[in-house]
């Protein structure tokens, strides 16, 4: 199985920037896609963005030219560096990992970001 466990969410002015940490353990071999999701206080869970064991990203039109994700495979973390904040970018964001074993999806335990105005 896979694990997955987020950091770096927090309080934050709006402009301001964060960057998030998905840090995978276990069956790291078998992850085939990583995104990160947010889910707001009364919203739908939403994808962010999401990065490929090739490489290629994407991201939703809310945060493009904003967010970055990127990957640092020696340390089996996927990052979300987070610019230009907005309070509309306040959410519990999630870490999710699409894999080639069983339950082929995993989940984070998600961070916390406030955005204030």
């Known amino acids: 199985q896979v694990q997955l466990v987020e950091s770096g969410g927090g309080l934050v002015q709006a402009g301001g920037s964060l960057r998030l940490s998905c840090a995978a353990s276990?069956?790291?071999?078998?992850?085939?896609?990583v995104g990160w999701y947010r889910q707001a206080p009364g919203k739908q869970r939403e994808l962010v963005a999401t990065?490929?064991?090739?490489?290629?990203?994407n991201y939703a039109d809310s945060v493009k030219g904003r967010f970055t994700i990127s990957r640092d495979n020696a340390k089996n973390t996927v990052y979300l560096q987070m610019n230009s904040l907005k309070p509309d970018d306040t959410a519990v964001y999630y870490c999710?990992?699409?894999?080639?074993?069983?339950?082929?999806?995993?989940w984070g335990q998600g961070t916390q970001v406030t955005v204030s105005s």
């Open positions: 999710n990992a699409d894999a080639s074993v069983r339950p082929f999806t995993y």
């Open positions: 276990g069956m790291i071999f078998s992850i085939n896609a």
């Open positions: 990065i490929t064991r090739g490489g290629s990203s």
